[in-house]
């Protein structure tokens, strides 16, 4: 099951900063972290629009994963 959380960056360890800054997501005050059983998500909260482009992004990432372990 899933978990999610929104934080204040201010309060993130810089690490964690620099990858927000390099999704470009540093100008929003607000993320959201997603931890699932395999993967940690950063997300801006309650935004469809980026929750699909992550969908999408996780598809692909699948898929290329399954047929790497296909070959």
Do not use: C, H
């Amino acid at each position: 099951m899933p978990k999610t959380m929104v934080i204040e960056q201010e309060n993130l360890p810089p690490v964690v900063r620099g990858w927000i800054k390099a999704i470009g997501l540093a100008e929003d005050e607000l993320v959201e972290l997603v931890l699932t059983e395999r993967e940690v998500l950063l997300r801006r909260p309650s935004d469809p629009s980026l929750r699909a482009w992550a969908r999408s992004i996780t598809d692909q990432y699948d898929a290329a994963f399954r047929e790497l372990l296909d070959l």
